[in-house]
């Protein structure tokens, strides 16, 4: 038995890690590409207006703090499956999905991993490799043995399709695959429509049950492009795994909300499935947090927060996409012109090919943050910044 004399201190993620020395750096031009956040041209966590607007009227209100469902809040249910499934999705309107409101993408990943090793005897988990180290970390502690499938081809700064099929084949029946569904973390690099299909193919193959997992709906082309994974599932009849988060989308990192949903053969299946989701929320932590809750429901439930809202969300996956121009214009001024794969990629994260030594040398030098995998969160970058990014990569690249 071990002993608290044994309890080794836990150093925490390397990503806050590197936030830590970014704050700690005094030099006057610094720029943190090292953590997943979006922000604004000014470098500012924005909030967008309709979410401001919904909290005002909330307090307005004054909402009561009882308690929610273990599900979630009620109103919650519906407007997560519209925006995850789509308005007119069939699989919504004949009841088969089984929706609980999660804390963040991370809660729903959790809820997922506990309701498959508990009722189903999952034991292994496929992630990409590489994946969000999160991943393996949720699983792995929900008793899962945690096996890569191929994912990124760094000679040719793309997925290598054939391998990744080829592994999630070779699955045992029963694992599970957790799949990006879109903006790949740490990667960029997603599938198309056509590769979605045949991943969709290769799940079904092996017998095993897909998780997608759907952080940055909204980041890549659009909330309903992005859902091309979800609904080449939906087509494809078997049952899967989603977990969506309104983290980014909406920027409600610190309140916790997200949703799970389990797509079922039938409405009987899907209310029994529902049940024993509840079941693993009230073990986990009795029920969720309501007031992310509250502010989703009203802003998707009024037309014109709604509209406000998803006109910022375009501005946001507008502005990711210029500065990654910007990035690729800047370097191409600089002389280096062999990274225009950043183009190619989606989301806020970008692997940039560098070194481990040359992302040291881009944070001990230029007092630029990223990580030593090579991972860059370009939603870091603005006008003001991108210029000493541009020298910082081409100088630790000649
Ligand atoms: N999945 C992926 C791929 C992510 O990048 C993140 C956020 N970094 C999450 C899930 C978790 O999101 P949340 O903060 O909503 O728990």
Request: a negative charge; aromatic letters at 8%; proline letters at 3%.
């Amino acid at each position: 038995m071990a002993t608290f004399d044994d309890v080794e201190f836990y150093p925490g993620d390397p990503i806050f890690g590197l936030t830590d020395m970014f704050n700690a750096d005094d030099r006057e031009q610094k720029v943190n590409l090292g953590v997943g956040i979006y922000l604004d041209e000014m470098g500012r966590l924005p909030l967008p207006q309709a979410v401001g607007v919904a909290e005002k009227r909330l307090a307005e209100q004054g909402a009561s703090h009882n308690y929610i469902p273990m599900g979630g809040l009620p109103s919650f249910i519906p407007a997560d499956q519209e925006l995850v499934f789509g308005a007119d999705a069939a699989v919504v309107a004949e009841g088969r999905i089984a929706t609980v409101q999660t804390l963040g993408g991370s809660g729903a990943l959790k809820e997922a991993a506990d309701f498959l090793h508990v009722l189903m005897d999952a034991n292994v988990v496929a992630l990409s490799d590489p994946s969000w180290a999160n991943h393996a970390a949720i699983f792995g502690g929900a008793g899962y043995d945690v096996v890569r499938y191929r994912y990124y081809d760094a000679a040719n700064h793309r997925v290598d399709v054939d391998g990744m099929l080829a592994d999630i084949r070779a699955l045992q029946p029963g694992a599970v695959v957790v799949l990006h569904a879109c903006c790949h973390n740490p990667t960029g690099y997603d599938l198309d429509a056509e590769q979605w299909v045949r991943v969709t193919e290769a799940v079904e193959q092996a017998g095993a049950i897909a998780f997608l997992d759907m952080a940055y709906q909204g980041f890549s082309r659009g909330l309903d492009e992005d859902r091309v994974a979800v609904d080449t599932f939906v087509a494809s009849g078997q049952r899967f795994f989603v977990g969506n988060s309104f983290s980014k989308n909406f920027g409600l990192y610190g309140e916790r909300i997200g949703g799970l949903s389990l797509v079922c053969r039938d409405a009987d299946e899907a209310r029994r499935v529902s049940s024993q989701l509840c079941k693993v929320v009230r073990a986990n932590y009795s029920c969720p947090p309501a007031h992310g809750a509250q502010i989703v429901t009203t802003v998707l439930a009024d037309a014109e927060l709604r509209a406000s809202w998803e006109a910022e969300l375009a501005a946001m996956r507008d502005r990711i996409r210029a500065v990654r121009e910007a990035l690729t214009a800047g370097l191409h001024e600089a002389g280096v012109t062999d990274m225009d794969f950043v183009l190619d990629q989606n989301g806020m994260f970008s692997y940039s090919g560098l070194s481990a030594e040359q992302m040291q040398r881009l944070r001990t030098e230029h007092a630029v943050y990223g990580t030593d995998e090579g991972r860059i969160c370009v939603a870091g970058l603005n006008e003001g910044n991108v210029g000493h990014v541009v020298k910082a990569i081409a100088a630790v690249v000649s």
